[in-house]
């Protein structure tokens, strides 16, 4: 670009949110929100609010898609038209279908779906208010509302991104350096078994800055899991809980 | 006294290493016993499994379940038995050997809408779980007020040797049939059932918490006693 770019880091390594290069957003993380989903979790991560919503594992529809061997895994991933400042279109964008195949792939190989067969399971990812690294939060909520949802699972799938602004690299971009900076790598693993299964990458990076962002999206994700586990735990551990702890008792409508 | 050692788990935790087996939602990795679920591990000498806190109805043979007649075929019934497959009624596990579908009218025997409660007869995931009402008590459930409750939390509501719920029946005076896919009928005088229905929602709230059994029988204003060898309830893994 020829355009004179706004610096994104001052002399003191501080960025534009008055972060430390290694720094994460502030990130909260909560587990049953939504009644009447099977598993169901709220992240807010910086300026996020996604909520993720798990239904399944149940009937298949339409019937002839059904797996013989294995649950179909249907992800959608949806930014609400006031999620931005522009209004946006609810129809699925280009953006919104690709990011729903990433989510569905980054979160497969967590699943046991071969426990399941002929059946679905579908997670919704709705983007409530969007900031950067949007599917990293979406992937790390999906993970909490699957747990949550009882379905058989390897690991948890914690996401986090790095990225490079002002040629240095960064943890967790936020939304303006997302745009304005000269790279991102959004990045999701298990943190148990140490398994990639997300690696996006836009921009430039060399060899040894890639490396670097790697490492650093490690430690990064630490953090979060470190996070995702308490919000999991304190769901289902800590004695009631806030207003979420009523759960699932309901008279059948016919009753 | 068998040691039993219990421990909050999330998926993909470790829950012991050593030389144990893998019990139910126990992955082994290596050395390491790994849970797959939310819920309490438990290690009783060398067998390590997981007692789920959530999840769907997974049938199981000889399982009891609660039941709704959705749909009448030429040769069964299907039924919703609350879970991600239906149960399938045969014709022949009811009219007998000489079933056929020509001579046998289905619709007299059960109708869409109807309650059954029946057995898992078969189920191996290829194909939906097959059901069967021969056994005392199996069949029809002409009526009664139905709750449904987390099927994990079934265990719960039974409680040991079956003394939680005949406790809430026989203080109650009703009739409570309890599927394990968690739908639960109880059927008696309207007080009674009203006070059923209230301690069975407070199971589902409480399924985790301790000291259940003295707090069903106050909300049912019962004289408190111990349960007998209640001690291996998840109550004494010492949550909150």
């Given at each position: ?154 690991d948890l799938v914690v996401g986090c991104a790095v990225g490079k602004v002002d040629g240095k690299i960064v943890l967790d971009l936020n939304d303006t350096e997302d745009k304005e900076g000269s790279g991102d790598l959004p990045y999701a693993f298990m943190p148990n078994l140490n398994q990639v299964t997300l690696l996006q990458m836009d921009g430039l990076f060399t060899l040894d800055e890639f490396k670097q962002a790697l490492d650093l999206a490690k430690v ?36 | ?240």
């Open positions: 670009m020829t355009e004179e770019k706004r610096k994104l880091m001052d002399e003191n390594g501080i960025r534009t949110d008055g972060r430390r290069w290694d720094e994460l957003r502030p990130l909260k993380m909560e587990v049953g929100v939504v009644r009447n989903a099977d598993g169901s979790a709220l992240i807010e991560w910086g300026k996020n609010k996604i909520i993720a919503a798990v239904y399944g594992p149940k009937e298949m529809h339409p019937k002839h898609l059904e797996l013989a061997d294995r649950a179909f895994l249907k992800c959608r991933y949806h930014m609400a038209p006031f999620s931005v400042d522009e209004r946006k279109n609810p129809a699925p964008s280009r953006r919104e279908i690709e990011i729903s195949k990433v989510i569905r792939e980054a979160l497969q190989p967590a699943l046991f779906l071969e426990d399941y067969p002929r059946t679905a399971i579908q997670v919704y990812v709705e983007v409530l208010q969007s900031d950067g690294g949007s599917r990293v939060a979406g992937i790390t909520a999906s993970a909490l509302a699957l747990a949550d949802a009882g379905i058989n699972m390897r990064g994700g630490m953090k979060v899991y470190k996070l995702q586990r308490e919000a999991l735990l304190k769901r289902y551990f800590s004695g009631g809980g806030p207003e979420t702890s009523t759960s699932t008792t309901e008279m059948m409508e016919e009753a | 006294m068998v040691e039993i050692t219990r421990k909050q788990v999330i998926p993909g935790d470790v829950i012991v290493t050593g030389d144990y087996r893998p019990g139910m939602f126990v992955q082994r990795r290596g050395n390491d016993m790994v849970a797959l679920r939310i819920g309490l591990a438990e290690i009783i000498r060398n067998d390590v499994k997981v007692i789920p806190l959530s999840g769907a109805y997974i049938p199981r043979t000889e399982d009891m379940v609660v039941g709704k007649v959705v749909n009448v075929t030429g040769y069964g019934w299907e039924a919703d038995i609350n879970s991600c497959f239906v149960g399938y009624l045969p014709g022949q596990f009811v009219f007998g050997r000489d079933f056929s579908p020509s001579t046998h009218d289905l619709t007299t025997r059960f109708t869409v809408g109807d309650l059954l409660l029946a057995k898992i007869e078969a189920f191996d995931r290829t194909r939906d779980p097959q059901l069967s009402i021969r056994g005392p008590g199996l069949g029809k459930i002409p009526q009664g007020e139905i709750v449904k409750i987390t099927p994990m939390k079934v265990p719960r509501l039974i409680g040991r040797k079956g003394y939680m719920i005949n406790m809430i029946a026989e203080l109650t005076s009703c009739e409570i049939k309890v599927g394990q896919n968690g739908v639960i009928v109880v059927d008696g005088t309207p007080e009674g059932v009203q006070k059923a229905v209230r301690a069975i929602q407070l199971i589902e709230q409480e399924a985790h918490m301790a000291d259940l059994t003295t707090k069903v029988q106050q909300l049912l204003g019962a004289p408190i006693g111990a349960p007998p060898t209640e001690a291996a309830g998840p109550e004494n893994s010492g949550e909150q």
